[in-house]
């Protein structure tokens, strides 16, 4: 007959502990008024069981049955589980399962020692690393789901709070009333563009040299008043700022 394994031990102890897990955190979920505790809790559970299982079943292919343990404290935890007066966050931490990752970091982690045994077969070993993997992921879950709860205790709903929302109620109303300024002045600056648009357009003022121009020799200012002749001596620029500005003009002043 082959030597015993020397992991026999953890495996029966590995497959207790679970099932006895699963029992608790079923009986939790269904008296749990609050549905996200629920689905993490039960998530959990499943998992819990089906490790227990698992176990159960490496053993039976090793030879070897699950053996009851004597004592523990699984009634104490059912009782905790099963609580309608105790809170959801009192039951993590009186069952100890809402620890965070750091704190079960370390010398914490118990399942550091399950790999120093060098003996384990293969199909032991992966089973091991597929149910520390998973226990790990459901210990980040409940620290969560603990977490959770304990925000919700001091006060943070996760919903604004009153004074956040008058402050924001309070902000929102002064901006709706600078909205409602601008848009009366915007109507009123465009009611201004209409009316001014609707008024027929002044007479242009007319270019003096549309009139008819004088006779040659005789100055255009002619209206009682002496005529204004520029003296020679003037610049060109000023001289040309007195040509008319019809192109008519023009060229009889270019022509001449
Ligand atoms: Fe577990």
Redesign the pocket.
């Known amino acids: 007959m082959p030597d015993k394994p020397s992991y026999i031990g953890l495996l029966n102890a590995i497959s207790l502990?679970?099932s006895e897990?699963e029992c608790y955190l079923d009986a939790w979920a269904a008296v749990t008024p609050d549905d996200a505790v629920r689905s993490v809790i039960s998530t959990v559970a499943l998992?819990?069981g089906e490790?227990g299982k698992a176990f159960a079943k490496r053993l039976c292919e090793l030879g070897y049955g699950v053996l009851p343990r004597e004592g523990g404290d699984a009634q104490s935890k059912m009782d905790i589980a099963c609580s309608t007066t105790l809170s959801d966050k009192e039951k993590f931490e009186k069952l100890g399962v809402g620890r965070t990752v750091a704190e079960r970091a370390g010398d914490n982690d118990v399942f550091v020692n399950m790999f120093k045994d060098t003996t384990v077969d293969i199909q032991t070993g992966a089973l091991l690393g597929r149910y520390v993997a998973e226990?790990r992921d459901?210990g980040r879950m409940l620290a969560g789901c603990y977490a959770e709860l304990c925000r919700r205790g001091n006060g943070d709903s996760g919903a604004m709070s009153a004074t956040v929302t008058a402050g924001l109620e309070a902000r929102l109303g002064r901006v709706e009333a600078l909205l409602e300024q601008i848009c009366e002045k915007v109507s009123a600056h465009n009611r201004r563009i209409a009316v001014r648009r609707a008024r027929p357009a002044p007479a242009r003022r007319t270019c003096q040299s549309a009139r008819p121009l004088p006779a040659r020799g005789t100055s255009r200012i002619s209206s009682g008043r002496p005529a204004i002749r520029p003296p020679s001596s003037l610049p060109t620029s000023f001289m040309m700022s007195l040509v008319p500005c019809t192109p008519s003009a023009a060229s009889s002043v270019y022509s001449s």
Do not use: L, N, P, Y
């Open positions: 502990g679970e897990a998992r819990e490790h226990e459901s």
